[in-house]
């Protein structure tokens, strides 16, 4: 018997990546992301310029991701974007490419929601990764989200906490903006907490009730304590940086592996799959390790280029719908606040 081959065309531009992906099967064959430097010099990113970047490499990068994966648009089976949520601007410009493209080839269009996946890019076919099974808990950790998921199926999901401010991301980048280092400061503060004593110094951890997070508190409870430690030593900072360093990442990680706790204490559910670019963090991928052995966790971390924002993971869910034939109309819209 023939089986059919799925082509699918992706693209993901909710925020400050422009990024395109072919996939055939659930087997990714290209994935191209163009960051947007323009940022770093704000500290972060900036909506007006975040869309206009886009504009320009739209073309580009689905351009690039369609020769790369050796595949002529003729052979696409359909085409999936990332519907929201986002930046409006940032959406609209994949949005309304996605629509046009699908309408030109006359191949079905489908949406995707981001939060979505973010956790189905575990669903990826990739050799050496395994999938987890249902249900499982989905936590998406990065500059712009901090939830836990409960993941009954591909398509039937829970969110069971969430950040009531800033983001976990955020919160490393504040931290690092603090202390002078560049954006995004997450990696750095990686790489020196390495160096570091985690208990030099202690920070007080939110007290956010349930599986709901916060981490705006934290960002100024160490804005105070470096200006109180710098005016009695205007060297304490680069005196003491990777114990800074050591200190925020390890009091993060104890906010996050407090909730993932509580969240397999509530539900039962053992099986924990992270993702979002804070899941590159080594601390939080050697708490999650020890968990195993500590809790009886079962983890599951993708590859990294599947864990940032990226369209591989807009690829698989546009895959997963496309085999239950969940399509979107031309007249769907861009959703900023689109909820899982
Ligand atoms: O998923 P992502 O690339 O973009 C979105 O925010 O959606 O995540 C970027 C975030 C930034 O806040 C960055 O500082 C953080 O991920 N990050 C890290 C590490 N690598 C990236 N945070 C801690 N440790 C890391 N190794
Ligand atoms: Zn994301």
Not at 101 to 122: E, F, K, R, S, T
Not at 165 to 193: M, N, Q
Not at 236 to 264: H, M, P, R, V
Not at 274 to 281: C, D, K, Q
Request: net charge neutral.
């Amino acid at each position: 018997m023939a089986t059919q081959n799925i082509y699918i065309l992706a693209i993901e531009s909710s925020c400050d990546d422009t990024a395109a992906s072919v996939m055939l099967n659930g087997k990714i064959l290209s994935n191209v992301v163009a960051g947007q430097k323009i940022h770093e010099a704000y500290g972060g990113v900036v909506p007006e310029l975040a869309s206009r970047a886009h504009q320009q490499n739209i073309v580009p990068v689905v351009h690039q991701a369609l020769q790369k994966a050796n595949v002529d648009q003729s052979q696409l089976s359909a085409i999936a974007f990332t519907r929201g949520p986002g930046l409006m601007g940032s959406l609209l410009v994949g949005t309304s490419f996605a629509k046009s493209m699908a309408y030109g080839l006359n191949i079905p269009l489908i949406d995707v929601n981001h939060m979505q996946a973010h956790i189905l890019a575990h669903f990826i076919d990739e050799e050496g990764f395994s999938k987890p099974p249902f249900p499982f808990l989905g936590m998406t950790i990065s500059g712009g989200h901090t939830q836990i998921v409960k993941v009954k199926s591909h398509f039937e999901m829970e969110v069971i906490g969430e950040t009531i401010d800033d983001a976990v991301g955020e919160a490393f980048d504040k931290s690092g903006k603090i202390l002078g280092l560049g954006y995004p400061a997450g990696p750095e503060i990686d790489k020196r907490a390495k160096l570091g004593n985690p208990k030099a110094f202690k920070f007080t951890k939110p007290k956010v009730d349930g599986l709901n997070f916060s981490f705006s508190g934290l960002k100024t409870a160490i804005l105070y304590f470096i200006q109180k430690e710098t005016k009695a030593n205007p060297n304490f900072i680069e005196e003491n940086l990777n114990d800074i360093c050591a200190s925020i990442q390890y009091t993060i990680i104890g906010i996050l592996i407090d909730k993932l706790k509580l969240a397999t204490k509530e539900t039962g559910i053992t099986h924990i799959a992270i993702g979002g670019g804070v899941s590159a963090n080594t601390g939080i991928r050697q708490a999650l390790k020890d968990g195993e052995e500590k809790f009886g966790w079962t983890t599951y971390v993708p590859k990294f280029e599947f864990t940032t924002d990226n369209a591989a993971m807009i690829a698989i869910v546009g895959y997963l719908k496309f085999l239950e034939g969940d399509f979107a109309q031309q007249n769907v819209t861009a959703s900023s606040r689109l909820k899982i």
